[in-house]
Every structure is written in C-alpha cells, then in structure tokens.
Nanobody
Framework: QVQLVESGGGLVQAGDSLRLSCAAS????????MGWFRQAPGKEREFVAA????????YYKDSVKGRFTISRDNAKNTVYLQMNSLKLEDTAVYYC????????????????WGQGTQVTVSS
C-alpha cells in the first residue's frame, strides 16, 4: 500500500518557524510531483505549495510566498515544508500529497494524500 506520513506539526507562537516532513513509503514517489495542502476549521482545503521531481519547479499560494519553502530529498523519499514567520491564519491541518501529474496537485486532485498534521499558531 502506498503511504504518505506527515510529521513536524505542533503549537508555536506567531513569528516562529516549523518544518513539516512527509515520508513516502515507495520509491515511486521520487518521480511524483509532491505538495502540501491545508484546511482550517470551517474552511475548504487549499493548496499551499508543490515541487516537481525532475526540474524542481516550485509553486506557492500567494499568501505564503517569502515565508514558506518546499523542498524534497528523493534519496529519502521525503518532502519538506519549511514555514517561517508563522501567522495566526496559518493555523490548519496540513496534508501531504503526491501525483504523477503536476496539474493534479495544482487543481487539488492528487492521487495520494497523507493523514495530516496539525499546525497551531498562537499570539
């Protein structure tokens, strides 16, 4: 079974940093576009960031540009989301996702989802 497992969430203060990790169970993901989504209570799930496998092209939600950085280590089958200067509005459950086609992540319909990790930002 293909599995994506997120870790690194927690409770932090505004302005602090967190790094989320997503470990993939199979080497297949080394050639998948990988990304992150988030969902706050009472709101729809939204795209946060993605990174392609070949060229390393990255995509970001406008509100996180300059603060969040997505990266990947294909040798470890792991994708990361470095989150700096966290704001109250960043509070959400963050989900890792993967798909062979970049466009499927961009439109919010990836083939594979992780279980999510909670990020809570307080004042």
């Amino acid at each position: 079974q293909v599995q994506l497992v997120e870790s690194g969430g927690g409770l932090v203060q505004a302005g602090d940093s967190l790094r989320l990790s997503c470990a993939a169970s199979e080497r297949t993901f080394s050639r998948y576009t990988m990304g992150w989504f988030r969902q706050a209570p009472g709101k729809e799930r939204e795209f946060v960031a993605a990174i392609t496998w070949g060229t390393g092209i990255t995509y970001y939600k406008d509100s996180v540009k300059g603060r969040f950085t997505i990266s990947r280590d294909n040798a470890k089958n792991t994708v990361y989301l470095q989150m700096n200067s966290l704001k109250l509005e960043d509070t959400a459950v963050y989900y890792c996702a993967g798909d062979p086609k970049t466009m499927n992540l961009r439109i919010g319909a990836p083939d594979y989802w992780g279980q999510g990790t909670q990020v809570t930002v307080s004042s």
